[in-house]
């Protein structure tokens, strides 16, 4: 996408990025990829809240991971917005591979060269794994895709913490490197517009406001 400040030629597509609410893996601080892993109670909770904001805001759909722990998050906000829920199989977490399920700290212990290169090297996944570099392409294709099919409207995409990340370093015009660098809470929002003419912008990150 062109970078740069000029005036956009339509109204940018909005996505309203919403990570999924808490499970057990996130309590733990575990790699929760490719698992179907559900939402706990307070998770629940927070769905809830975020869903409660987010009906008094104008939004034209709602699109979600496939997983489990995204899919209940998207319930939630639909119901809440009268909106069904489109899946969108781009926007799943990053497979870690033979790390799924074990802490940073776990993981070191097992294969420290491994993590090494893995924090060094967007371009390097976990054994079994995928690298950032490959979920930022299909990312960006899966966001290609959407902008497609709802050019100019307001999106609801609820996603893992890395799909956000990507987006909001594509909006940056960070390098992928940036991606270690961001924190997301649990049911956190963050804002971002699409212009029809090539660039991103970056509204908001990390908003957890509806949970305080």
């Known amino acids: 996408m062109r970078s740069g400040w000029g005036a956009p030629d339509t109204s940018p597509t909005r996505l309203l990025l919403l990570r999924h609410g808490q499970t057990p893996l996130s309590v733990e601080r575990r790699f929760a990829g490719r698992g179907d892993i559900p939402l706990t109670a307070q998770g629940r909770v927070q769905a809830e809240a975020v869903a409660r904001r987010l009906a008094a805001r104008t939004i034209d759909a709602v699109v979600s991971s496939p997983l489990e722990r995204t899919l209940r998050t998207a319930d939630f906000a639909a119901k809440a917005l009268g909106l069904p829920v489109e899946i969108e199989d781009g926007f799943v977490e990053t497979d870690f591979g033979d790390w799924e399920g074990m802490t940073f700290a776990e993981a070191r212990i097992h294969a420290p060269e491994a993590v090494d290169r893995w924090v060094s090297d967007p371009e390097v996944g976990p054994p079994g794994g995928e690298s950032f570099a490959a979920v930022a392409r299909r990312v960006c294709a899966a966001r290609d895709a959407l902008v497609s099919r709802h050019r100019g409207r307001t999106v609801l995409v609820v996603t893992h913490v890395t799909p956000i990340k990507v987006l909001v370093q594509q909006a940056l015009t960070a390098p992928l490197s940036a ?23 970056m509204r908001s990150f990390n908003d957890t406001a509806h949970l305080a």
């Not at 270690?180 to 912008?201: F, Q």
Request: charge should be negative; hydrophobic fraction near 50%.
């Open 179 to 201: 991606l270690y660098r961001m924190h997301l809470d649990t049911a956190a929002l963050t804002e971002v517009d699409v212009y029809a003419d090539g660039p991103m912008v």
